[in-house]
């Protein structure tokens, strides 16, 4: 979904200001538009609702599991599938693994957030490297 600025719509669920503000400054540099909810409820009602390119969603939702958030937004919006990208914080736990396997999710550490997320939005939006942001 393109807006009507000619920009791409991106879905920020995160309750954390500081990671929302990085967020949004990342999806600014990316020419994207970034759209919060602040729990996992009010993401499917907006999903539901609007149409997004992408969602990036905290692992930590605060009223629903990280698990039931990634199924609902598949089952609301099929088009979301494969453009649904996981914060996480060090990814240690089984859970928590078969949960990124099971749905096939990228996933970021936090500590990794900078270095990794400009990477990863720019492959599920189809964005082509820029020449200052190209990895070898």
Not at 3 to 30: C, H, M, Q, W, Y
Not at 72 to 87: A, D
């Amino acid at each position: 979904m393109v807006t009507g600025s000619g920009r791409r719509k991106v879905l920020i669920v995160e309750d954390e200001p500081a990671i929302r503000n990085v967020l949004f400054v990342l999806l600014a540099g990316l020419g994207c538009e970034g759209d919060v909810a602040y729990t996992g409820q009010q993401a499917l009602s907006m999903v539901s609702r609007e149409s997004f390119d992408a969602v990036l969603v905290d692992l930590r939702c605060n009223n629903l599991g990280a698990e039931e958030v990634v199924s609902q937004i598949k089952e609301i919006s099929p088009s979301l599938v494969g453009r649904v990208l996981v914060i996480t914080g060090e990814v240690t736990d089984p859970q928590t693994m078969d949960l990124l396997s099971r749905h096939l999710l990228p996933h970021i550490p936090r500590s990794q957030l900078m270095p990794e997320l400009f990477s990863q939005l720019r492959g599920i939006l189809g964005l082509n490297a820029s020449p200052n942001h190209a990895k070898s």
